[in-house]
């Protein structure tokens, strides 16, 4: 899986959008982006995926770079419950029995 | 609604007292694991099943043991806790493409 960077914290206020970035500048040509959160001590949560269209779900938007090599996740309007480490991951389509890696992430907060 | 199910969400048991964690999945996936997640070393994965009846080990699979008789289920069993075992356990099914769900986590605390 190529390697992300993602930035170590942010904080947004409530109301607002938070756009965390994700940069990959490795990424392959048959590499998908996905984002997951983990809201504290929860499961980890699948957020959304893209390959090179931008994407929107009911959750948020993915937004990737025309040459793929960083992609942002925009939450339209946060809310308290929010607040979470997001994760930025790169991934094949189907990547058999590698388990997925969550690296650092962005612990993001929400204030009100 | 799409889930994972896991029970019991916290447990308390002594050191040698078999234990099963259930999971359960309602979205048809194949692709089924077992993580524990502790302080500083994220999420680890345990074992892992690409199908009934098939199932490997996964990166720290010592002290535990799986199943997997049906597609919607599978259980992770400690035959013999020890202390190193108490961690937050999580179980996963995975969709395609690489879409994985996550159950609620159990809690695990063996003295």
């Known amino acids: 899986d190529a390697k992300t960077t993602q930035p170590t914290s942010m904080d947004c206020a409530e109301g607002r959008a938070a756009n965390l970035p994700c940069n990959h500048s490795?990424?392959?040509?048959?590499?998908?982006v996905y984002w997951y959160r983990q809201i504290h001590s929860q499961g980890p949560q699948y957020i959304i995926h893209?390959?090179?269209n931008n994407e929107t779900n009911e959750m948020a938007s993915l937004i990737i770079t025309e040459d793929r090599k960083s992609s942002t996740l925009i939450l339209p309007h946060a809310t308290l419950r929010d607040t979470a480490v997001y994760y930025c991951?790169?991934?094949?389509?189907?990547?058999?029995?590698?388990?997925?890696?969550f690296g650092k992430g962005t612990r993001l907060s929400v204030i009100a | 609604e799409a889930q994972v199910t896991q029970n019991p969400r916290y447990l308390i048991t002594v050191t040698g007292k078999k234990l099963t964690v259930t999971c359960s999945q309602n979205?048809?996936?194949?692709?089924m694991s077992w993580y524990r997640q502790d302080p500083g070393l994220g999420l680890r994965q345990i074992y892992y099943?690409?199908?009934?009846?098939?199932?490997d080990k996964g990166d720290v699979p010592e002290g535990y043991k799986v199943s997997r008789k049906e597609k919607r289920n599978f259980p992770l069993i400690l035959e013999s806790p020890s202390p190193n075992q108490t961690s937050l356990y999580f179980c996963?099914?995975?969709?395609?493409?690489?879409?994985?769900?996550f159950g609620p986590g159990t809690r695990l605390l063996v003295l």
């Open positions: 979205m048809n996936h194949e692709y």
């Open positions: 996963a099914s995975r969709g395609l493409p690489e879409t994985q769900y």
């Open positions: 099943s690409m199908n009934v009846e098939v199932t």
């Open positions: 893209g390959l090179k």
């Open positions: 991951i790169v991934r094949v389509y189907f990547s058999g029995n590698t388990p997925l890696v």
């Open positions: 490795t990424i392959s040509g048959n590499e998908y």
